[in-house]
């Protein structure tokens, strides 16, 4: 994908910049109050701009690789131990929407961009950072203001669950932080924007004990630098790191475990470590029953104790649910989106779309399971604002070119 010039907005490409807008207004709100609203709000801006769903030359290997796991996963559902209530519960039949509503997003932010529309991408940057202080004032105070409100609406909640609850922000924060602070150095007011969004990331982080944000905001700046350096070669070196790793996961830990190494390391990490290795190691033995077609999807969930609701590692789950034929196409479409980010000369929209794939990998490898409604919904927003930046004007459209319709102002 490349930066293209200034375009007169029709009415569709305004209307996706306004519904964008919008709805990344509300995630500094969401980002503070419960990240479980990204679902609803991501799979609202995916109805609003559905018109839009439609697969260019450069989506094709990513989109066959979608399919070719959205279809194993839901046909797996015939051999999974685990047995959802009903159809609201089923994660085949949310794979299904999610998958249409949240790729519009994707396909909606680009529409956006062929219009010249950059004002949902000023939203974006303020937006971000407004949460952004909002967690470096929690942080400051223990998560004080979330509580008093909880207090306002007769709800109280127990300082440490507070605190739990506010930290989850964080996650949220760290993944948009690229974007943000590029979509704000080119049309929200300055790099130095980037400060409180950085600061509303690091010092919660510390304060609650938050490492795991601290850990994927480094790997997304070493990734994003390395694209930046080497913009040819360096997403492809990047992109077969993470297939190699999508491949190789079980052999990983069944590597460690046969020299004693992973024994070791469990024995030495702080508690919330140990455990994610012990749901590693757990994984690993299963995977070894059904290496090929894997336990069927959602499997994780029927394996307590040992695994509580998932592995809390994307390929070992994507390994243990759907086996090897998912584990390729996870990897395929990976490569797929991050080798495709390769340019040949230095660009910081690419280099930021690149850090902000290795945060959402860097997460999805210790944190959440893979089919999280509200953490699926979370990456489509990012990526939203990930392809705006790289579609949109570097300037922003004058007067002359924005549209005169009734949503003109989000996208001037």
């Known amino acids: 994908m490349t930066q293209t010039a200034a375009a007169s907005p029709d009415r569709l490409s305004a209307w996706c910049g306004g519904v964008l807008a919008v709805i990344f207004a509300l995630a500094a709100p969401a980002g503070w109050l419960g990240p479980l609203a990204f679902a609803p709000l991501a799979a609202m801006a995916?109805?609003?701009?559905?018109?839009?769903?439609?697969?260019?030359?450069?989506?094709?290997?990513?989109?066959?690789?979608?399919?070719?796991?959205?279809?194993?996963?839901?046909?797996?559902?015939?051999?999974?131990?685990?047995a959802?209530?009903?159809?609201?519960?089923?994660t085949a039949a949310k794979l299904l929407a999610e998958t249409v509503l949240f790729t519009a997003v994707v396909t909606g932010a680009r529409r956006a961009a062929a219009g010249g529309g950059v004002g949902h991408l000023r939203v974006f940057a303020w937006s971000s950072v407004i949460l952004g202080l909002v967690l470096l004032g929690e942080g400051l105070t223990g998560a004080a203001g979330y509580r008093a409100l909880r207090d306002v609406l007769h709800d109280p909640i127990r300082p440490d669950l507070g605190i739990k609850n506010v930290a989850q922000g964080l996650f949220g924060l760290t993944l948009f932080a690229p974007a943000a602070i590029l979509a704000a150095a080119r049309y929200g007011g300055g790099?130095?924007?980037?400060?409180?969004?950085?600061?509303?990331?690091?010092?919660?982080?510390?304060?609650?004990?938050?490492?795991?944000?601290?850990?994927?905001?480094?790997?997304?700046?070493?990734?994003?630098?390395?694209?930046?350096?080497?913009?040819?070669?360096?997403?492809?070196?990047?992109?077969?790191?993470?297939?190699?790793?999508?491949?190789?996961?079980p052999a990983l830990v069944w590597g460690a475990r046969s020299i004693g190494l992973w024994r070791k390391l469990e024995a030495v990490l702080p508690l919330s470590w140990s455990e994610r290795m012990g749901y590693w190691r757990h994984a690993a033995d299963w995977i070894s029953d059904h290496p090929a077609r894997g336990w069927g999807l959602d499997a994780s969930r029927a394996f307590g104790p040992g695994i509580v609701l998932h592995p809390h590692d994307a390929p070992l789950q994507i390994w243990l649910e759907l086996g090897l034929i998912g584990a390729v196409g996870a990897a395929v479409f990976w490569v797929a989106v991050i080798a495709g980010l390769g340019r040949r000369a230095r660009d910081p929209a690419a280099a930021t779309a690149v850090a902000t794939a290795a945060i959402y990998l860097t997460f999805g490898a210790f944190s959440f399971g893979v089919w999280q409604e509200w953490w699926l919904a979370l990456g489509a927003l990012a990526a939203a604002a990930c392809v705006g930046l790289l579609r949109a004007p570097l300037r922003r459209p004058t007067p002359a070119a924005t549209s005169r319709s009734t949503v003109a102002v989000f996208t001037e």
């Open 46 to 82: 995916g109805l609003l701009m559905l018109r839009t769903l439609s697969l260019e030359e450069q989506d094709r290997p990513a989109g066959i690789a979608i399919i070719t796991v959205l279809l194993w996963a839901v046909s797996s559902s015939i051999w999974s131990p685990f």
């Open 84 to 90: 959802p209530d009903g159809l609201g519960e089923s």
């Open 191 to 249: 790099v130095w924007l980037g400060l409180p969004i950085l600061a509303g990331i690091i010092w919660p982080s510390l304060a609650f004990g938050y490492d795991a944000t601290l850990l994927a905001l480094g790997v997304g700046g070493v990734s994003g630098l390395i694209a930046w350096i080497w913009p040819r070669w360096g997403p492809r070196l990047i992109a077969g790191v993470v297939a190699t790793l999508f491949l190789t996961a």
